[in-house]
T-cell receptor
């Protein structure tokens, strides 16, 4: 298996623009997680899904953030409109039990 | 707030020495895991210890868990340059299921060749 796949790996955008991050989990995993990592706040769980259904979105910062999982092999995290404070590395992870498998991350820079 | 706090925040040792990192957490747990993150990469799972276990080994890794003190330690023996990375503990809360992890702040380990 190729592992968790994320795209793009790097994204530079201007404030106010819409940003869409994409994730393909490991086949057969029924949980999918979105995290954000910054120096100041560390690794934060934003939202997670079970069998494509959002279970806990309490970590989503505000209404500018939204996440979807239309099927078992694809999820998106969207920021609209983006702000400079959204600059971070965003990770997607998937799991079928206790252990989570992380993707390589998307480094987002909002100018 | 973060469930786990790692100590120390940063550690530098000579290659071949042993490295010990500690993690403290606040609430009762189902299990505790350690992950490694190399610079610019995603986290990689290293080892899991359940709340009814006290010690676990995997290769050069040794993890201990003291639920009475709400703490865990990760020992890496005979360190190598490739062990240079950040190490995070992560916990699942008792009665909250095993899928949601809360990560600590991490220890940045540097192995000096």
């Amino acid at each position: 298996d190729a592992g968790v796949i994320q795209s793009p790996r790097h994204e530079v955008t201007e404030m106010g623009q819409e940003v869409t991050l994409r994730c393909k989990p490991i086949s057969g995993h029924d949980y999918l997680f979105w995290y954000r990592q910054t120096m100041m706040r560390g690794l934060e769980l934003l939202i997670y899904f079970n069998n494509n259904v959002p279970i806990d979105d309490s970590g989503m910062p505000e209404d500018r953030f939204s996440a979807k999982m239309p099927n078992a092999s694809f999820s998106t995290l969207k920021i609209q409109p983006s702000e400079p404070r959204d600059s971070a590395v965003y990770f997607c992870a998937s799991s079928e039990a206790d252990t989570q498998y992380f993707g390589p991350g998307t480094r987002l820079t909002v100018l | 707030s973060q469930q786990g706090e790692e100590d120390p925040q940063a550690l530098s040792i000579q290659e071949g020495e042993n490295a010990t990192m500690n993690c403290s957490y606040k609430t009762s747990i189902n299990n505790l895991q350690w992950y490694r993150q190399n610079s610019g990469r995603g986290l990689v799972h290293l080892i899991l210890i359940r709340s009814n276990e006290r010690e676990k080994h995997s290769g050069r890794l040794r993890v201990t868990l003291d639920t009475s003190k709400k703490s865990s330690s990760l020992l890496i023996t005979a360190s190598r340059a490739a062990d240079t990375a950040s190490y995070f503990c992560a916990t699942t809360r008792l009665n909250f299921g095993n899928e949601k992890l809360t990560f600590g702040t991490g220890t940045r380990l540097t192995i000096i060749p």
